[in-house]
């Protein structure tokens, strides 16, 4: 079966650190995708990860475990601006199917 | 601005009806895939076609079809509409396979109502 697991909704203050956490079955994974996606607007893209381990963008961060099947989205020096849902997506193997899950809503308070 | 775009913006129509979604992807994409949204349910994967042909099909129902024209862009036809079917369509597009050019650019949706 084929299964992305997420928290529902998270809170943090400005200026804090939190990490979003994603737990996933899938039958043949390729990669572990991370979006960003304010109310009634488009997703983008954060992060793609293939190899296990953390990858730093800038404010952001995405660790992948393979072996456990589970990601988490680190994000540093919280701004107002970084209130959105964050969605984690498996690729499944060899094809360009993204299976999501339903998205962590994220509220910073100042 | 992502440089996809999505027609209409909005569009309400009743149950029974057949509707048609568009969308441009971004110059120089080959890949255009189409997701459904809808409260309850989150973001679904629902075809995805490259250069003309289908590549990947997620969770599409059978009154639902998709193609992709000679010049890339692609349409989603709904027919038979249920009550169900309310949700925000989203196109995005990539250069290739997600593997390889990892990044995808949404359009800014069509909200469908279905009343």
Avoid at chain 1, 62 to 86: I, N, P, T, V
Avoid at chain 2, 32 to 40: A, H
Avoid at chain 2, 57 to 70: D, V
Wanted: glycine residues 10%.
């Amino acid at each position: 079966g084929q299964n992305i697991d997420q928290p529902t909704e998270m809170t943090a203050t400005e200026g804090a650190i939190v990490q979003i956490n994603c737990t996933y079955q899938t039958s043949g994974f390729n990669g572990l995708f991370w979006y960003q996606q304010h109310a009634g607007e488009a997703p983008t893209f954060l992060s793609y990860n293939v190899l296990d381990g953390l990858e730093e963008k800038g404010r952001f961060s995405s660790f992948l475990s393979r072996s456990k099947g589970y990601s988490y989205l680190l994000l540093k020096e919280l701004q107002m601006k970084d209130s959105a849902s964050y969605l984690c997506a498996a690729l499944s193997y060899n094809t360009d199917k993204l299976i999501f899950g339903t998205g962590t809503r994220l509220q910073v308070f100042p | 601005d992502s440089g996809v775009t999505q027609t209409p913006k909005h569009l309400i129509t009743a149950t029974g009806q057949r509707v048609t979604l568009r969308c441009s992807p971004r110059s120089g994409d080959l890949s255009v895939y189409w997701y459904q949204q809808s409260l309850d349910q989150g973001l679904q994967f629902l075809i995805q076609y490259y250069n003309g042909e289908e590549r990947a099909k997620g969770n599409i129902l059978e009154r639902f079809s998709a193609q992709q024209f000679p010049d890339l862009h692609s349409e989603l036809n709904l027919s038979s509409l249920e009550l169900g079917d309310s949700a925000l369509y989203f196109c995005a597009s990539s250069v290739g396979g997600l593997a390889v050019n990892n990044e995808q650019f949404f359009g800014p949706g069509t909200r469908l109502t279905v009343l």
